[in-house]
């Protein structure tokens, strides 16, 4: 059994930042890779950013140089700097965790319940 948490949405105007965070807890073995996706109404959920076991990132290019994901190891815990926040970065966020879980050493995917992020133009 493994959840994740995210927190740190909220409204925001243009131009401004937001931290998220999403924590993992459970029967946790290994994280492999944690990461975010976004999904605005009536749009398919898209990657925002991936941070993958060893320190390796992808972006986004909608969000190259206004985002940064990060992660605490130790914590299970990733994060997402949002700066230069636009309109267009409104949706609901939600955390994603590829994890082997104890005992079984199966590696499964799991999803967050969302956070959402709203930018006021």
């Known amino acids: 059994q493994v959840q994740l948490v995210e927190s740190g949405g909220g409204l925001v105007q243009a131009g401004g930042s937001l931290r998220l965070s999403c924590a993992a807890s459970?029967?946790?073995?290994?994280?492999?890779?944690m990461g975010w996706y976004r999904q605005a109404p009536g749009k398919l959920r898209e990657l925002v950013a991936i941070?993958?076991?060893?320190?390796?990132?992808n972006y986004a290019d909608s969000v190259k140089g206004r985002f940064t994901i990060s992660a605490d190891n130790t914590k299970n815990t990733v994060y997402l700097q949002m700066n230069s926040l636009k309109p267009d970065d409104t949706a609901v966020y939600y955390c994603n965790a590829n994890i082997k879980e104890y005992f079984n050493y199966q590696n499964m995917d799991y999803w967050g319940k969302g956070t959402l992020v709203t930018v006021s133009s």
């Open positions: 459970g029967s946790i073995f290994r994280v492999n890779a």
């Open positions: 941070f993958s076991s060893g320190g390796k990132t």
